[in-house]
């Protein structure tokens, strides 16, 4: 019992701590703890996760997909497609304002697509077929293709990681490699940059002028209303901690509780544990770089398979079977386009034989610098588990143990691994970004323009563009199974298996959420105490 008071007392801590404001008695406030803190405000700079869901809150996108991964008209109002499918014309609806007060016009809309499409690799891959993009007015523009190119509202629609969000042209006339700072968009929430405290607490409070869409709200389509009038993203980094904190009622909503907290959290009459969707809400990676030796060589990479167990990864990360599953395939398993072509190699567990292999490809027993997160609660076990089985292959590894932050800022380098770059690093992803090989942003393999990693293969590069033009779903089958054939020599990543990570809410006191897999969003939910 002491314990648990002091649990309490150190979650009441850091939760007075986070929000030390104003009182506002009128206000509706909804507070809740993230699986990350928020630290960048440019969804087109990173993959993070975090970065998609602050961006969701304050930008707004072209389309928006569905429950079932449909594509619907969110900032558009309405669309054609001309009889060769080369010509799409789109028409912003009334009513897009910034949280400035100036109206969203074509040209904020051109300068961000172009800003997205030189870093997104779906959005690379769209534009690589794309003649033109131009303003007809200020409400207006088209896009004009080379061919017909099948994956436009799907790309345009793309959430989760590098989501294309429309921001103000000043802020996407900002050089790709560099953040915006700005964080003014025309989304349901303005951030409250004047609170923001990173490591300790996120603000975003209604935008008042903004005007949602009619429809049930379903995934990122539909209605985006706002509810409640603030929102605190209280950063608590311990796991214990964050979930005593949602049961002392300091905050409203846990995104990613520790599945070894489950049973206690779903014995609790106050408090609702919810799966966020049906595609399974993560998947594990482990990113390669090829630039440097010794991974630039293909056989160097493809040993690597051979170190990992992904049951020994799962159980780390998640623990209970029931919330995870292996994997093989490049695509998402449990969708259509999931091919495990390759499992044999894929799930032949053997240190001693990865370690032999890469001796014969030439390794000479340098050091391995493997960039591995300290404060992640589902990357920092998956990186123990790697370092742990390079060491008993015999691998010389240098384990770089930094904060999550650090290896999303080192990961971006090109430099040499022992002049501040990398050669390994884990990560996780939702599993909605790998439900088709071309919205797959870690399997692009057009070398500079690559993600971090930089894969450079033009004969992956062409199985993808081939599955973006091809007709049918037999055709698409067909080109993921040889992509999924290409992705095993080419090795830009390797999986360590799927699960699915609940969230937790006090149902005493929020309503509404809206299950989305991946990136968590906050429009629909209203108070109820």
């Known amino acids: ?127 690589a077929h794309l003649e033109s993009i131009d303003a007809v007015d200020e409400k207006t523009f088209t896009m004009t293709f080379k061919a017909p190119y099948g994956l436009v509202l799907e790309t345009l629609g793309k959430t989760d990681s590098m989501v294309p969000i429309i921001m103000r042209e000043q802020d996407a006339q900002k050089g790709s490699d560099d953040q915006v700072t700005d964080a003014i968009g025309s989304g349901p929430f303005m951030m409250k940059k004047d609170e923001w405290v990173p490591g300790s607490r996120t603000v975003y409070v209604k935008n008042p002028d903004y005007v949602p869409r009619e429809g049930t709200p379903s995934r990122f389509a539909g209605a985006k209303i706002p509810k409640v009038d603030r929102i605190e993203l209280v950063w608590i980094d311990d796991p214990q901690t964050r979930m005593q904190a949602l049961i002392a009622g300091e905050i409203d909503l846990l995104e990613q509780p520790s599945v070894d907290f ?184 057009n070398c500079d323009n690559a993600n971090v990693g930089w894969p450079c293969d033009e004969e992956l590069e062409k199985l993808r563009g081939a599955f973006a033009f091809a007709r049918t779903h037999e055709e698409r089958k067909e080109l993921a199974r040889k992509i999924q054939e290409r992705a095993m020599y080419v090795v830009p990543y390797i999986s360590f298996g799927q699960w699915t990570q609940p969230m937790a809410y006090r149902a005493d006191r929020i309503k509404g959420i809206v299950p989305v897999t991946g990136t968590t969003v906050f429009w629909n939910i209203e108070r109820i105490d």
Not at 79 to 99: I, N
Not at 103 to 125: E, M
Request: glycine share 8%; proline share 5%; charged share 20%.
């Open 1 to 127: 019992m002491a314990k648990k008071k002091l649990l309490l007392l150190g979650a009441a801590a850091i939760f007075c701590a986070a929000s030390a404001v104003k009182p506002v008695s009128a206000e509706t406030v909804l507070r809740a703890t993230m699986h990350a803190d928020v630290r960048t405000l440019d969804p087109h700079w990173t993959t993070q996760t975090i970065a998609a869901i602050h961006g969701m809150l304050v930008y707004d996108t072209l389309f928006g997909v569905d429950d079932d991964g449909v594509p619907h008209p969110q900032m558009v109002g309405d669309y054609s497609v001309s009889d060769d499918g080369l010509k799409y014309t789109f028409t912003l609806r009334d009513g897009l304002k910034w949280h400035d007060g100036s109206k969203v016009t074509t040209a904020d809309v051109i300068a961000s697509l172009k800003r997205w499409g030189r870093r997104d690799q779906a959005g690379r891959a769209m534009f």
């Open 262 to 445: 489950l049973p206690i959290l779903e014995s609790d009459p106050n408090i609702k544990v919810v799966r966020t969707g049906a595609i399974d809400s993560h998947w594990g990676t482990i990113r390669i770089n090829h630039l440097h030796p010794p991974f630039d060589k293909p056989e160097m990479r493809q040993a690597l398979f051979h170190l990992v167990n992904q049951e020994d990864f799962l159980r780390a990360v998640i623990g209970n079977p029931e919330y995870y599953r292996t994997c093989y395939s490049f695509i998402t398993c449990g969708t259509p386009y999931a091919d495990e072509t390759g499992k044999e190699i894929m799930s032949d567990y053997n240190p001693k034989k990865a370690y032999e292999l890469m001796k014969a490809a030439g390794y000479k027993d340098e050091p391995i610098y493997v960039l591995a997160a300290t404060d992640h609660h589902t990357i920092t076990p998956a990186a123990q588990v790697l370092v742990a089985a390079m060491r008993e292959a015999g691998i010389n590894v240098n384990a770089v143990s930094i904060d999550w932050g650090s290896v999303v800022s080192r990961r971006a380098s090109r430099a040499k691994p022992e002049e501040g770059g990398w050669h390994i690093f884990v990560t996780t992803s939702s599993g909605t970004t790998a439900t088709n090989p071309v919205l797959n942003t870690w399997l692009g393999a």
